[in-house]
């Protein structure tokens, strides 16, 4: 076990600790004091931010099963204006797979501090990371090892918290995926469970949906819901957040999904592991993001993203047709309700 | 200067003139014609590659390596340009040659032959659509035969980039610093670079590819082969589909996949826009792909650091190798096949043999990389170390950092790659099919001696075995024997069995030692081989036995099934089913009234359904990857097909030629279990599977598919490879055979409760090689006899094990074949059992009597025969054996199916021969 002290510490890391007593029985040598909210603006303060600040805290947690998942631990966002909001009650309080959901909007930062809470006897868990797709970061919030980045080890330790910052600027718009990167290897453990969806929604504020065959663009306030679908080698894992109130909810494997009758909602699929899927929502049809194509099924590889939103107007089913997706029930029903 | 078009900025003054100065331009230079001549020839390493042997046109022409690459020549062209490919087939010139084309999917027209070695073959291409196209040869492309052709528009004008202020900008390939192709084949990048002037520089392997801050930069990925997704770690580009929407948002991604068998994806970046300079990772991310080791660097150097933002080639074909002195970094390269033997054949494997008695051993010196390409299978794998120099796993004495031991958590269709420093010897195998052997020596080019390094680890978590151990070298010459047709036992010959080895000294802990003579000495040669000889007593029925290596005219894959008739002890049939190119036939079983037998092709993804009576195919159907074994549910006829390379048992519903569904082994998101050698209970409540991939027997209730335990085996041991499942008549107990911890796990039947673990190399000293009593190395299949007395274990190293079910202890070790793999037992004509064991390395069914006199002490368990799996003219077959006949035996079903469950529902010609005690075995 590793016992160096703030002297790797990376800058803006050192933070209050929270109120999970767990996360801080191995660490008693680690130094996560307490600091003011003027440490925080010391180093991103003066920064000009054109949209919102978010600080966060998640933690990567040990499931049963030889299993992982990331954990909400604290989030609040700070307007233009300094107006702070605590964000942290729209959260499962448990890990969850898919992680939280991190919703931010085109201009806005987020910095998120990680901590490791895996057995500290393990060698080949000392490390645990974020990795990001998508939006704008320096080299230190890439999540990766020495091995890779060739600068240092960007990971949550046993001792020692890792923060990140991800800048959702202009031109990142978009649903993208983040997971570990470091865990038992340079490969990281995203296929075990660490992984979650960063959805950055549009600055513009709207989203295309077909309504009765159209493309038309809605304000993004009308969408009542948001399913994040991570497509995983042998089970849709799944997330819905209730827009009215920013609730999330984990759904875990082959959620049933349900809608308000003639409600507008957004699928955001990600798949990831080693196999290629194809996705099927019968009778609806969607625009194919950038292309002229409506289409009612998707071939999708690892780490691929597909985002679409429909006016959920009947009940149907979603499924994986692919060979052995199919054999293993990746399915689940998609019901719609008065 | 920036105006809005929908809800994004474009500086539309800059472009606005670069496309006029182009289109000024590109209107003066009309459609050109370009002549090019390549030759396919054959790399230093083995591998195949196309070169660049001359290109004119009326129009600029690229500066080309004067070498053979892989990818091959970048051709740029411009749309409607004539095309003309003139392709000269040298691959004869360092070795076999082979057959090459040139077809481009979607491009190509007019002739798409061929070229046999020496001859020449024209092409022509149809250039109406811009893009980055692949080129390949259709046979032999993942060796090496691959390369792009670059479509541009006549204007000039390539993929758009996304700025770091999100703008959308357009870009012309005037403006480009450097553009980069970059193959994904296999688990491996394969790059050129081309710079602004047009020079094109082979980057090889996994280059670290490098820009200066802000450059624009093209990248063309392309694939052929298994499907990809590309990852660019920081930086996102603009997915412009086909029937892009003008009034959508631009799509913006960092991932993209590129699907089978051929595909290509090209887009435009700003080098570190909005993220700085850095090392950015790229790579394939399919998890298995990135842990194969499909990954780069992408170095973006600020323009203050003065770095020149020069790219690093990766390790090539043509560097330094044992034979190709380079100062650059060497790569061999191993197929992964389907062919008995050389299932990791080196690509020069043919002009080593003479030297190394084997195509599965390569040597090279420290810091070249090894490199797999699954390009003769129909099967997945996995790319694991088996053994390794103990310093290599070990960061501190500059091992590979996190690379060795190499290993993935799934099974796969790819490659894979990586890079070795530490001197000494590794073995590679598969976890799925675990006699498939490649070995790589790392020999430091300063020893006198081929390095085998001082110590080795293995997979199964033994540290630090000193390389002159009886073990190390019990290993080495397993390799030797599993990996050469030729040393394999052929027992209708009246000559030695012989086994050949390199004529090499080798450099082991205790020093320089000659090779041979040590082997020789440890384990004999030039040894007499027992005669064959029919059992006195006839046995029931028919024996049909996997001869999964044997070779017929007709096909190209191995495989066939003998058919042996009990009574007369002469074979009935040959079964090679050369019209769906059976491959590697592993295991099999017959419905309730056995009229039909199924078949697993264990290499493949198919399951196959043959008429008992006839021998003629009834259905071959896709199961999944790597069907391993097959069983029935004696109360329903359903069959349950372990699929060795997922995460499952399929069932089949009696009567019916289709999969139902998939009984997952693992509760989701867990580690694929990868089942091999199943069993059904004789009640049929429970399917049992060991679990290669995770260690463990799963005990699965066989009704609701629910997971009713999950017992780990192997005490501990990292690596146990759980591989065989045999269970008592009355369902008590289950025995699993852990073929790297060498032992046998005694687990309760229903609840799957861990009651004993028997070590059945107690009696071996790994150093010394002392043997003192009865051992089985590396045991495989463990059935029990019908009537719940004996276990009988075949253990590949060359053993049959007999264990008292009554008190769980070895009471007998007998000889068996290198390679014995398969056992399962049948009737002995008016009573009692014969247990049939197979071996892969030997053309012979060896008969065992576990209890001779019937009085229920197994002491006296003997060989009482053994019968050659090689048939004579007479022998009725569907195709004709052209090599390797009657070797590779493996799954065994003997007819009628004499275990306790199923025997109570034979018909009645079936249960005819039989006895009453047989009928009913443990009344």
Same mark, same amino acid.
């Given at each position: 076990?590793?016992r160096?002290?703030?002297s790797e510490?990376p800058?803006?890391s050192?933070h209050?600790?929270?109120?999970?007593?767990?996360?801080?029985r191995r660490?008693t040598?680690?130094?996560w004091?307490?600091?003011?909210i003027?440490?925080?603006l010391l180093?991103?303060g003066s920064?000009?931010?054109?949209?919102?600040?978010?600080?966060?805290?998640?933690?990567?947690?040990?499931?049963e099963?030889?299993?992982?998942?990331?954990?909400m631990?604290?989030?609040?966002?700070?307007?233009k204006?300094?107006?702070?909001?605590?964000?942290?009650?729209?959260?499962?309080?448990?890990?969850?797979?898919?992680?939280p959901?991190?919703?931010?909007?085109?201009g806005?930062?987020a910095?998120?501090?990680?901590?490791?809470?895996f057995?500290?006897?393990?060698?080949?868990q000392?490390?645990?990371?974020?990795?990001v797709?998508?939006?704008?970061?320096?080299i230190?919030?890439?999540?990766?090892?020495?091995?890779?980045n060739?600068y240092?080890?960007?990971?949550?330790?046993p001792?020692?918290?890792?923060?990140?910052?991800?800048v959702?600027?202009?031109?990142?718009?978009?649903?993208?995926?983040?997971?570990?990167?470091?865990?038992?290897?340079?490969?990281g453990?995203?296929?075990k469970?660490?992984?979650g969806?960063?959805i950055?929604?549009?600055?513009?504020?709207?989203?295309r949906?077909k309504i009765?065959?159209?493309?038309?663009?809605?304000?993004?306030s009308?969408?009542e819901?948001?399913?994040?679908?991570?497509?995983?080698d042998?089970?849709?894992?799944?997330?819905?957040?209730?827009?009215a109130?920013?609730?999330?909810?984990?759904?875990w494997?082959?959620?049933?999904?349900?809608?308000?009758?003639?409600?507008?909602?957004?699928?955001?699929?990600?798949?990831?592991?080693?196999?290629?899927?194809?996705?099927?929502?019968?009778?609806?049809?969607?625009?194919?993001?950038?292309?002229?194509?409506?289409?009612?099924?998707?071939?999708?590889?690892?780490?691929?993203?597909?985002?679409?939103?429909?006016?959920?107007?009947?009940?149907?089913?979603?499924?994986?047709?692919?060979?052995?997706?199919a054999?293993?029930?990746?399915?689940?029903?998609?019901?719609?309700?008065d | 200067?920036?105006s809005?078009?929908h809800?994004r900025k474009?500086?539309t003054?800059?472009?606005?003139?670069l496309?006029?100065t182009?289109?000024l331009?590109?209107?003066?230079?009309?459609?050109?014609?370009?002549?090019?001549?390549?030759?396919?020839?054959r790399?230093p390493?083995?591998?195949?590659?196309y070169?660049?042997?001359?290109?004119?046109?009326?129009?600029?022409v690229?500066n080309?390596?004067?070498e053979?690459?892989?990818?091959?020549?970048?051709l740029?062209?411009?749309?409607?340009?004539?095309?003309?490919?003139?392709?000269?087939?040298?691959?004869?010139?360092?070795?076999?040659?082979?057959?090459v084309?040139?077809?481009?999917?979607?491009l190509?027209?007019?002739?798409?032959?061929a070229?046999?070695?020496?001859?020449?073959?024209?092409y022509?291409?149809?250039?109406?659509?811009?893009?980055?196209f692949?080129?390949?040869d259709?046979?032999?492309?993942?060796?090496g035969?691959?390369?792009?052709?670059v479509?541009?528009?006549?204007?000039?004008?390539?993929?758009?980039?996304?700025?770091?202020?999100g703008?959308?900008?357009?870009?012309?390939?005037?403006?480009?610093?450097k553009?980069f192709?970059?193959?994904?084949?296999?688990?491996?990048f394969?790059?050129t670079?081309?710079?602004a002037?047009?020079t094109?520089k082979?980057?090889?392997?996994?280059?670290?590819?490098?820009?200066?801050?802000n450059?624009?930069?093209?990248?063309?990925?392309?694939?052929?082969?298994?499907?990809?997704?590309?990852?660019?770690h920081?930086?996102?580009?603009?997915?412009?589909?086909?029937?892009k929407?003008?009034?959508?948002?631009?799509?913006?991604i960092?991932?993209?996949?590129?699907?089978?068998?051929?595909?290509?994806?090209?887009f435009t970046?700003?080098a570190?826009?909005?993220?700085?300079?850095?090392?950015?990772?790229?790579?394939?991310?399919?998890?298995?792909?990135?842990?194969?080791?499909?990954?780069?660097?992408?170095?973006?150097?600020?323009?203050?650091?003065?770095?020149?933002?020069?790219?690093?080639?990766?390790?090539?074909p043509?560097?330094?190798?044992?034979?190709?002195?380079?100062?650059?970094?060497g790569?061999?390269t191993?197929?992964m096949?389907?062919?008995?033997?050389?299932w990791?054949?080196?690509?020069?494997?043919?002009?080593?043999k003479?030297?190394?008695?084997t195509?599965?051993l390569?040597?090279?010196p420290?810091?070249?990389?090894?490199?797999?390409?699954?390009?003769d299978?129909?099967?997945?794998?996995?790319v694991?170390?088996?053994?390794?120099p103990?310093?290599?796993?070990?960061n501190?004495?500059?091992?590979d950092?996190?690379?060795i031991?190499?290993?993935?958590?799934?099974?796969y269709?790819?490659?894979?790659?990586?890079?070795?420093?530490?001197?000494?010897?590794?073995?590679?195998?598969?976890?799925?099919?675990?006699?498939?052997?490649?070995?790589?020596i790392v020999?430091?080019?300063g020893?006198?001696?081929?390095?085998?390094?001082?110590t080795?680890?293995?997979?199964?978590?033994?540290?630090?075995?000193?390389t002159?151990?009886?073990?190390?070298?019990?290993?080495?010459r397993?390799?030797?024997?599993?990996?050469?047709p030729?040393?394999?036992?052929?027992?209708?010959?009246?000559?030695?069995?012989?086994?050949?080895?390199?004529?090499v000294?080798?450099?082991?802990?205790?020093?320089?030692?000659?090779l041979?003579a040590?082997l020789?000495?440890r384990y004999?040669n030039?040894m007499?081989?027992?005669?064959?000889?029919n059992?006195?007593?006839?046995?029931?029925?028919?024996?049909w036995?996997?001869t999964?290596?044997?070779?017929?005219?007709n096909?190209?894959?191995?495989?066939?099934?003998?058919?042996l008739?009990a009574?007369?002890?002469?074979?009935?049939?040959?079964?090679?089913?050369?019209?769906?190119?059976?491959?590697?036939?592993h295991n099999?079983?017959?419905?309730?009234?056995?009229?039909?037998?199924y078949?697993?092709?264990?290499?493949?993804?198919?399951?196959?359904l043959?008429?008992?009576?006839?021998g003629?195919?009834?259905?071959?159907?896709?199961?999944g990857?790597?069907?391993s074994?097959?069983?029935?549910?004696?109360?329903?006829?359903?069959?349950?097909?372990?699929i060795?390379?997922?995460?499952?048992?399929?069932?089949?519903?009696a009567?019916?030629?289709?999969?139902?569904y998939?009984?997952?082994?693992?509760?989701?998101?867990?580690a694929?279990a990868?089942?091999?050698?199943?069993w059904?209970?004789a009640?049929?409540?429970? $399917?049992?599977? *060991?679990?290669?991939?995770?260690?463990? &027997?799963?005990?699965y209730? +066989?009704?609701? /598919?629910? %997971? !009713?335990a999950?017992?780990?085996?192997?005490?501990?041991?990292?690596?146990?490879?759980?591989?065989?499942?045999?269970?008592?008549?009355d369902?008590?107990?289950?025995?699993?055979?852990?073929l790297?911890?060498?032992?046998?796990?005694?687990?309760?039947?229903?609840?799957?409760?861990?009651l004993?673990?028997?070590?059945?190399?107690?009696?071996y000293?790994?150093?010394?090689?002392e043997?003192?009593g009865p051992v089985?190395?590396?045991? $495989?299949?463990t *059935?029990?006899s019908?009537d719940?007395? &004996?276990?009988?274990?075949a +253990?590949t190293? /060359?053993q %049959? !094990?007999?264990?008292?079910?009554?008190?769980?202890?070895?009471?007998?070790?007998?000889?068996c074949d290198?390679?014995?793999?398969?056992?399962?037992?049948?009737?002995?004509?008016?009573?009692?059992?014969?247990?049939?064991?197979?071996?892969?390395f030997?053309?012979?069914?060896i008969?065992?009597?576990?209890?001779?006199?019937?009085?229920?002490d197994?002491?006296?368990?003997?060989?009482v025969?053994?019968?050659?799996?090689?048939a004579?003219a007479?022998?009725?077959?569907?195709?004709?054996?052209?090599?390797?006949?009657g070797?590779?035996?493996?799954g065994?079903?003997?007819l009628p199916?004499v275990?306790?469950g199923?025997?109570?529902?034979?018909s009645?010609?079936w249960g005819?021969g039989?006895?009453?005690?047989?009928?009913?075995?443990?009344?």
């Amino acid at each position: 076990m590793r016992r160096k002290l703030s002297s790797e510490f990376p800058a803006g890391s050192v933070h209050s600790p929270g109120n999970d007593p767990t996360a801080y029985r191995r660490t008693t040598l680690s130094v996560w004091s307490i600091v003011p909210i003027a440490v925080f603006l010391l180093f991103f303060g003066s920064a000009a931010v054109a949209g919102n600040l978010h600080r966060i805290v998640m933690h990567a947690d040990e499931l049963e099963g030889g299993l992982y998942a990331y954990r909400m631990e604290y989030h609040e966002v700070t307007d233009k204006n300094g107006n702070t909001t605590n964000l942290t009650s729209r959260y499962s309080t448990a890990a969850t797979i898919p992680g939280p959901t991190i919703v931010l909007e085109e201009g806005d930062e987020a910095e998120i501090e990680l901590m490791h809470v895996f057995d500290p006897d393990n060698p080949k868990q000392e490390h645990v990371s974020l990795h990001v797709h998508g939006v704008h970061y320096d080299i230190d919030s890439d999540g990766t090892l020495k091995y890779i980045n060739l600068y240092k080890d960007e990971s949550a330790t046993p001792v020692m918290s890792y923060t990140y910052r991800w800048v959702a600027a202009s031109g990142t718009a978009g649903t993208w995926p983040y997971h570990d990167h470091n865990m038992n290897s340079h490969n990281g453990a995203e296929d075990k469970g660490l992984f979650g969806a960063l959805i950055v929604n549009p600055a513009s504020g709207e989203e295309r949906v077909k309504i009765s065959g159209t493309e038309q663009n809605i304000s993004l306030s009308n969408i009542e819901k948001d399913y994040v679908l991570y497509i995983g080698d042998d089970a849709f894992w799944g997330m819905e957040i209730d827009n009215a109130t920013g609730q999330q909810t984990p759904l875990w494997v082959n959620p049933t999904l349900t809608a308000q009758r003639n409600s507008y909602v957004r699928f955001h699929l990600i798949a990831l592991g080693t196999n290629f899927h194809q996705f099927e929502l019968k009778s609806y049809k969607w625009a194919d993001p950038g292309s002229r194509k409506n289409i009612n099924h998707k071939v999708l590889g690892p780490l691929e993203k597909h985002v679409f939103a429909v006016q959920a107007t009947h009940s149907a089913s979603y499924q994986d047709s692919a060979f052995s997706s199919a054999l293993l029930g990746m399915k689940g029903d998609f019901i719609v309700a008065d | 200067m920036h105006s809005p078009i929908h809800g994004r900025k474009m500086k539309t003054i800059t472009n606005l003139a670069l496309f006029f100065t182009a289109w000024l331009l590109t209107s003066i230079a009309l459609a050109a014609t370009h002549n090019i001549i390549l030759s396919a020839e054959r790399l230093p390493n083995g591998q195949f590659g196309y070169k660049m042997v001359s290109h004119t046109s009326d129009g600029a022409v690229a500066n080309y390596p004067v070498e053979i690459t892989i990818p091959g020549p970048t051709l740029f062209v411009k749309r409607g340009d004539v095309v003309n490919v003139q392709l000269i087939n040298e691959t004869h010139k360092n070795g076999p040659g082979i057959k090459v084309g040139f077809n481009v999917p979607g491009l190509s027209i007019g002739n798409t032959d061929a070229a046999a070695p020496g001859e020449t073959k024209n092409y022509r291409l149809n250039t109406h659509k811009t893009g980055t196209f692949p080129y390949h040869d259709k046979d032999n492309q993942l060796l090496g035969l691959f390369g792009a052709v670059v479509v541009d528009d006549l204007n000039g004008k390539v993929q758009s980039y996304v700025d770091g202020d999100g703008t959308v900008i357009s870009a012309n390939r005037a403006q480009l610093d450097k553009e980069f192709v970059m193959f994904m084949v296999g688990s491996t990048f394969w790059g050129t670079e081309i710079s602004a002037d047009g020079t094109q520089k082979p980057l090889w392997t996994n280059p670290t590819l490098s820009a200066i801050e802000n450059q624009l930069v093209r990248f063309h990925v392309l694939a052929i082969g298994p499907s990809h997704t590309f990852h660019l770690h920081a930086h996102r580009w603009l997915d412009e589909t086909e029937d892009k929407n003008p009034s959508a948002p631009p799509h913006i991604i960092d991932v993209k996949i590129l699907n089978s068998p051929a595909d290509s994806h090209a887009f435009t970046i700003k080098a570190g826009t909005g993220v700085g300079a850095g090392v950015w990772q790229y790579h394939c991310h399919v998890m298995s792909h990135m842990e194969s080791g499909m990954n780069g660097k992408l170095q973006v150097v600020s323009a203050e650091s003065g770095l020149p933002g020069d790219s690093i080639a990766g390790a090539s074909p043509s560097g330094a190798i044992f034979g190709n002195p380079s100062d650059k970094p060497g790569l061999v390269t191993f197929i992964m096949s389907d062919e008995p033997g050389s299932w990791f054949r080196s690509t020069r494997g043919d002009l080593l043999k003479p030297v190394t008695k084997t195509q599965s051993l390569e040597i090279v010196p420290p810091g070249s990389s090894v490199h797999f390409i699954m390009s003769d299978t129909e099967g997945v794998h996995t790319v694991t170390t088996l053994l390794w120099p103990s310093e290599a796993e070990d960061n501190s004495m500059g091992g590979d950092h996190f690379m060795i031991p190499f290993d993935q958590t799934k099974a796969y269709r790819g490659g894979g790659i990586v890079e070795l420093h530490i001197p000494g010897l590794y073995v590679f195998t598969c976890k799925i099919h675990p006699y498939m052997f490649g070995a790589v020596i790392v020999d430091n080019p300063g020893t006198d001696g081929l390095d085998l390094g001082n110590t080795i680890n293995l997979v199964s978590g033994i540290k630090n075995l000193p390389t002159s151990s009886d073990l190390a070298t019990r290993l080495l010459r397993t390799f030797f024997v599993a990996t050469t047709p030729e040393n394999w036992q052929d027992f209708t010959s009246s000559d030695p069995w012989k086994v050949a080895y390199p004529n090499v000294d080798v450099v082991v802990d205790i020093g320089k030692v000659p090779l041979i003579a040590v082997l020789d000495s440890r384990y004999g040669n030039d040894m007499i081989l027992p005669p064959l000889s029919n059992p006195a007593i006839p046995g029931v029925g028919e024996v049909w036995i996997n001869t999964q290596f044997e070779k017929t005219a007709n096909k190209t894959k191995p495989g066939t099934i003998t058919v042996l008739d009990a009574n007369t002890w002469t074979l009935k049939r040959k079964i090679a089913l050369p019209q769906i190119n059976m491959n590697n036939p592993h295991n099999l079983w017959p419905n309730r009234d056995h009229s039909v037998i199924y078949q697993t092709q264990w290499f493949d993804t198919k399951l196959t359904l043959i008429d008992q009576k006839t021998g003629a195919l009834i259905k071959n159907l896709r199961v999944g990857d790597t069907p391993s074994h097959v069983m029935t549910l004696p109360h329903n006829d359903d069959a349950t097909v372990a699929i060795n390379g997922e995460n499952g048992v399929v069932i089949i519903p009696a009567g019916t030629t289709e999969v139902n569904y998939m009984m997952p082994t693992q509760h989701h998101g867990q580690a694929p279990a990868n089942p091999h050698g199943h069993w059904v209970s004789a009640d049929g409540k429970r $399917i049992i599977t *060991p679990n290669i991939n995770t260690s463990d &027997a799963g005990i699965y209730d +066989a009704e609701t /598919g629910q %997971i !009713v335990a999950r017992t780990q085996t192997g005490e501990g041991a990292p690596g146990p490879h759980p591989i065989a499942i045999g269970m008592m008549p009355d369902s008590s107990k289950i025995y699993a055979t852990n073929l790297l911890h060498h032992s046998l796990s005694v687990l309760d039947g229903n609840d799957g409760t861990l009651l004993k673990t028997i070590n059945l190399i107690e009696n071996y000293n790994p150093i010394s090689g002392e043997i003192t009593g009865p051992v089985g190395v590396l045991p $495989i299949q463990t *059935p029990v006899s019908p009537d719940g007395k &004996a276990v009988v274990i075949a +253990a590949t190293g /060359g053993q %049959i !094990v007999i264990v008292d079910t009554a008190t769980d202890t070895i009471v007998k070790m007998l000889p068996c074949d290198p390679g014995c793999h398969g056992a399962n037992f049948g009737a002995k004509k008016d009573g009692g059992y014969y247990a049939y064991v197979t071996s892969k390395f030997s053309n012979r069914v060896i008969v065992v009597d576990v209890d001779p006199n019937g009085d229920g002490d197994l002491s006296d368990a003997d060989i009482v025969g053994s019968i050659s799996m090689v048939a004579d003219a007479g022998v009725a077959n569907d195709d004709t054996v052209s090599s390797l006949a009657g070797y590779g035996g493996q799954g065994i079903v003997a007819l009628p199916n004499v275990y306790n469950g199923w025997v109570q529902n034979l018909s009645g010609e079936w249960g005819a021969g039989l006895t009453d005690s047989q009928r009913n075995p443990i009344r």
